[in-house]
């Protein structure tokens, strides 16, 4: 099996201009809002001139978007334009916005880890895309999913939240999507390069429970490959 490493991340990068990036930061911890770091992908190969990219872990909330613009500009220059994504999901709509965000900005986007500083044989840690994420990893100008890592859909929901004198205090309720959220992500997919029956079979999908796309799925919906 070909390995993802430090010659995915050199050929991906062809064609893809560079950011001012500098300072390096750690991965977000599990459950925590998405934050953004620098993470260098190392490789006996690259002796010392290893490629330095983006790494985004965590769940995607309404600030994410602007997060990366202000990560991007606050850090100075290095990074190639290349997003390491691992999320469980988080808001649909902020998905959508950190999707556009990263086609305005060009970059490409893989499903994968961080290393924690390490130096890699040329493979990276696997990463996780479910839920809402996978509208954001829709907006990669180039998708990667390796084969280790996992991309996941199911039917979207929300829930209200009402006072109910009957029952002692505040009641949440589970909603569903009216068809308007649904016709809006299609458009969006459709728009970022991705076949939008990918968000029909998320809709036919339990809300309850993730549905691990499988490779011949990706193909199929034109979401992602394995490798260049």
Known sequence: MKSIGAELFRRLATGLSLFALLAAGLPARAGETMSFS?????SPNCRGNCPVVIS????IDDGTAQSLVEFLQQNGSGANRILLLDSPGGHVQAAMELGATIRRLG??????RPGGGRAYDGNL????CYSACVYALMGGKKRVVPPQSRVGIHRMYN???????????FVSE???DDGGMRRKLSNYARRMGVDSGLID????????????????????????????
Request: aromatic fraction near 8%.
């Open 38 to 42: 620098l993470v260098s992908v190392a």
């Open 56 to 59: 985004g872990q965590g769940q």
């Open 107 to 112: 970059m490409a986007v893989v499903v994968a």
């Open 125 to 128: 840690p696997p990463g996780i």
């Open 159 to 169: 829930y209200s939240t009402n006072f109910d004198a009957a029952q002692g205090g």
């Open 174 to 176: 589970r909603y569903f």
């Open 201 to 228: 079979l998320a809709e036919r999908s339990s809300p309850d429970q993730v549905h691990v796309l499988t490779r011949a799925e990706m193909q199929r919906w034109r979401l992602a490959s394995q490798r260049l």
